[in-house]
């Protein structure tokens, strides 16, 4: 198991460094193929990994190499073997996989096809260094490899400026929360003396030693996963990396880079069980960006803006269960919320892909009848985000509720207003984009086709595990049979005391009923708005003034942070800037002419043409070199 484990992240790595020196040489297709095979292959060899994890095997730490012994600083680049990364690294080579192969039929006309399955190949690597690392460090090394591939890929059209910015936007404020993990690093290493999980967390209370520092540290941890994770108040760099090509959304959203802040505050339960503040901060943060997410997404227009703030108000979702303490219902609302997000971004890129680049969805329409395969997975996706049984996002969004329910009833209704929104939002999307009249140019439609099978099999693949996913993680009080909880529950208990539901099945399956009958009647709502009624979306000059008008703004937040500081800064960097080259340079060029011009005046009283005064000069000269030396 050890040699399997070692080859995982390898093979990415692999092909990564091949398409890159040696892809000139290959087709198109063959450079597809390798890149998509070797994350298959890391699947493959994920596979038995996961099960020997199980059956409640204890943690194996796997040393790959000798990497850092600095005085008491040892770290190592070895590998932790446990249900939570091994969950982590079935689904995120599982779904990358498909991610892949999918991009094989959406980027094969681009010039840089290369360049991008190169990328993809980078990211997964860094993404398994992340989960597989046993330490805080080898982690955060992962961490910036994903922010840097991200910033890579999302302006990876990079001869458009607008990409370039949403890149930059992105990479920026990932160094906001990146500053927080770094610093909470250090403030663990410098009271518990080490940054091994098992030092930390596994063989003990190493984390004890934090001691009244607890608090700062799980703080200091979480604004890291805000950054990664994209929850307020660092949220709005996820909604403008829709710049890159579609795969890179469905990478980003479903297998990779976001999930990294929840992997984070679940790897770190012990921390976070030992600071009730701590917590409350996770939960809060997560409730808020469940609502701002929802709102937001009620009055956006492109397709994938949609999805995107969707996938913002769902992680607000898996982070106030964290800080609820229901650390593996949130993973399990990360593991469904794999499933259809990349179902719903890959559906979308194939509407994108026929539609010849529109995003916009008032612009479409009409599709249901011209692309069957990607309206009924589309529909899958559709219905399980918006957590309708027996579809994946009911089990794990349910789960959420009902855990809400029993500990913070403002959370619960607040996340119930959001999932209530949810539905309505998915499916206003999902009846303008499919339903009604075709609403594009006449050339447009003319072109509209089904995708090509290498990009369709990947929808069918992932409709189905959003169909069935749920099942491997029914309630505990409607399923005990069903352990997927108790099996994660097994490792994250460890000196974790979890507040577990005492629920009765009668109220969880009215809970469950009333959730979805809610959903239905938002459903209901949206088909009656945008079917009954042919309403269309309102054309950008047309939104009125109002709550209207602030949503689509997006509660002006970039304009907010545009005032606040990135005019403050630009205009304190042109000041200086000015300062330098007005002021401190001409002081320096004029000053430096004026003292050679003075010394001269100075010097030229010297220079009197008397022989006695110059060797007078000499011999002084001489006396001071003798007295140096």
Avoid at 173 to 179: E, I, P, S, T, Y
Avoid at 593 to 616: E, F, P, V
Wanted: charged share 10%; net charge negative; proline share 3%.
């Amino acid at each position: 198991m050890e040699k399997l484990v070692s080859l995982i992240p390898l093979f990415p790595l692999i092909g990564f460094l091949f398409i890159t020196f040696f892809g000139k040489n290959l087709s198109k297709n063959a450079a597809g193929a390798l890149a998509t095979a070797m994350i298959g292959i890391s699947f493959i060899l994920a596979i038995p990994v996961f099960t020997t994890q199980l059956h409640g095997a204890h943690p194996v730490m796997v040393k790959v190499l000798d990497w850092i012994h600095v005085g008491s600083f040892h770290v190592d680049i070895s590998f932790v073997v446990d249900p939570l990364s091994t969950l982590y690294v079935l689904f995120i080579t599982g779904v990358g996989s498909l991610i892949h192969l999918y991009s094989i039929g959406y980027m094969h006309e681009d010039e840089g096809f290369h360049r991008f399955m190169s990328y993809l190949n980078l990211f997964v690597f860094f993404m398994l260094l992340l989960v597989l690392g046993d330490n805080l460090l080898l982690l955060f090394v992962g961490w910036e490899g994903v922010g840097v591939c991200s910033f890579m890929l999302i302006g990876f059209w990079y001869k458009d400026h607008a990409n370039n910015d949403a890149a930059k936007k992105a990479f920026v404020m990932n160094r906001v929360g990146d500053l927080g993990l770094l610093l909470g690093m250090a403030l663990i290493f410098i009271q518990c003396g080490s940054l091994r999980y098992e030092d930390l967390f596994i063989n003990g209370s190493g984390i004890a030693s934090l001691g009244k520092y607890t608090t700062l540290a799980a703080i200091l941890l979480f604004i890291g996963a805000m950054g990664k994770s994209a929850q307020f108040p660092l949220h709005t760099w996820l909604p403008d990396a829709m710049a890159g090509p579609t795969p890179v959304s469905a990478l980003i959203h479903a297998a990779t880079m976001v999930t990294a802040g929840i992997y984070l505050v679940a790897r770190c339960s012990d921390l976070y069980a030992m600071s009730e503040i701590a917590s409350s901060v996770v939960t809060w943060a997560g409730v808020i960006t469940a609502i701002l997410g929802a709102s937001i997404a009620l009055t956006q227009n492109d397709i994938k803006k949609v999805l995107a703030y969707s996938t913002v108000s769902q992680l607000g979702f898996m982070f106030a269960a964290l800080g609820m303490g229901a650390y593996t219902i949130a993973v399990f609302h990360v593991v469904t919320h794999a499933f259809f997000k990349a179902l719903l971004f890959l559906g979308s890129g194939s509407v994108i892909h026929a539609m010849g680049g529109e995003q916009d969805i008032r612009r479409m329409g009409g599709l249901k009848g011209h692309m069957k395969t990607t309206y009924w997975t589309f529909l899958v996706g559709t219905i399980a985000i918006a957590g309708i049984f027996p579809f994946a996002g009911f089990f794990s969004k349910d789960q959420i509720l009902a855990h809400a329910l029993e500990n913070n009833m403002p959370v619960f209704i607040l996340l119930m207003l959001a999932a209530a929104g949810t539905a309505f939002y998915m499916f206003r999307m999902f009846y303008l984009t499919f339903h009604g009249d075709f609403r594009g140019t006449h050339e447009q439609e003319h072109h509209l086709h089904e995708s090509p099978a290498v990009m369709t099999l990947p929808l069918i693949v992932l409709a189905i595990a959003s169909t069935v996913g749920g099942f491997m993680g029914f309630p505990h009080a409607i399923g005990e049979s069903i352990h997927f909880h108790h099996w994660l529950d097994h490792f994250l208990d460890g000196t974790v005391v979890l507040a577990h539901s005492h629920m009765s099945a009668m109220t969880e399956i009215l809970l469950a009923l009333v959730a979805m009958a809610i959903a239905g009647g938002m459903i209901y709502y949206a088909y009656t708005t945008y079917i009954v009624k042919n309403t269309m979306a309102l054309e950008d000059d047309e939104i009125p003034a109002g709550i209207h008008r602030l949503l689509w703004r997006k509660y002006a937040f970039d304009e907010l942070y545009e005032n606040i500081f990135r005019r403050p800064v630009d205009q304190l960097s042109h000041g200086i800037q000015h300062w330098i080259e007005d002021k401190a340079l001409l002081m320096m060029v004029d000053g430096t002419g004026s003292a050679a011009k003075g010394l001269g005046h100075w010097m030229k009283g010297w220079h009197n043409g008397q022989i006695l005064t110059y060797l007078i000069a000499i011999v002084v000269g001489l006396i001071a070199i003798l007295y140096f030396i």
